[in-house]
């Protein structure tokens, strides 16, 4: 399923373990070119995570914190989920075709972990 969004504010679901409830998280869309190569650099702290799509691959140069990585397959199932440092280079992941970021440790208390699957909702 080819998923078509647009740059601009979401929400991120995450569905808690069990299913029996979900976390709404602010989320920022980056579809653009422009939008996924800038992402979270220059920034000292993001509000919730950002998406990048399509994406498999990202990098922290440039980057003023360390941040969280959730990579998701076309069915925005959580494929793998690592910490990066600024200034580190991660690797590609082949089954990935969108990236999560936020903050270093914010994913974990979200419930985001290998296996979950997650929502984007367009909109504020």
Known sequence: ????????????????????????????????????????????????????????????????????????DRDLTVVAVVTMKPWRLGLLRARARHVLESEAGAMRGWGVRVGARVEVRVGG
Not at 34 to 47: H, I, N, P
Not at 50 to 61: D, E, G, K, Q
């Open 1 to 72: 399923m080819r998923r078509q969004w647009a740059d601009g504010p979401g929400k991120l679901i995450v569905r808690t373990e069990g299913g029996a409830g979900a976390v709404a998280v602010p989320l920022e869309i980056a579809t653009s070119y422009r939008a996924r190569t800038k992402g979270l650099l220059g920034r000292d702290s993001v509000d919730g995570a950002m998406l990048l799509s399509p994406a498999n691959s990202v990098h922290t140069f440039r980057m003023r914190m360390p941040i969280d990585v959730a990579y998701l």
